[in-house]
């Protein structure tokens, strides 16, 4: 079973930028899809942007397109989220995801309860 730990959150002022990262270990990076997810107090946990296995696709909520960029490098085990131009509204704890892929998929995967491994978050809080 993968083991995630995200890094990077922080306290950022609105406009600002921050870049997020999931180190993976324990599992083989490559034959899982990627998801970042986030939470705010008192909400559900909401899909933010995922990654196809082989980093093919990429998919971003509407909330975040055009803002946060999603990548990954399967040769250091890690998944990173570029966030620009932030919002108080992007204020969250940020998690990332993993689902394991046992065949040729290029699909990248929108819901929580498609994902098996979670780390413990990131907390991100952009300030006005």
């Known amino acids: 079973q993968v083991h995630l730990v995200e890094s990077g959150g922080g306290l950022v002022q609105v406009g600002g930028s921050l870049r997020l990262s999931c180190a993976a270990s324990g599992g083989t990076f490559s034959t899982y899809a990627m998801g970042w997810f986030r939470q705010a107090p008192g909400k559900e946990r909401v899909f933010v942007s995922g990654?196809?296995?082989?980093?093919?696709?990429?998919r971003y909520s509407d909330s975040v397109k055009g803002r946060f960029t999603l990548s990954r490098d399967n040769a250091q085990n890690t998944m990173y989220l570029e966030m620009n131009t932030l919002r108080p509204e992007d204020t969250a704890n940020y998690y990332c995801a993993a689902k394991t892929i046992y065949y040729s998929d290029a699909n990248v995967y929108t819901g929580a309860e498609e994902y098996e491994n979670w780390g413990q978050g990131t907390q991100v809080t952009v300030s006005s």
């Open positions: 990654i196809s296995r082989s980093a093919g696709r990429t």
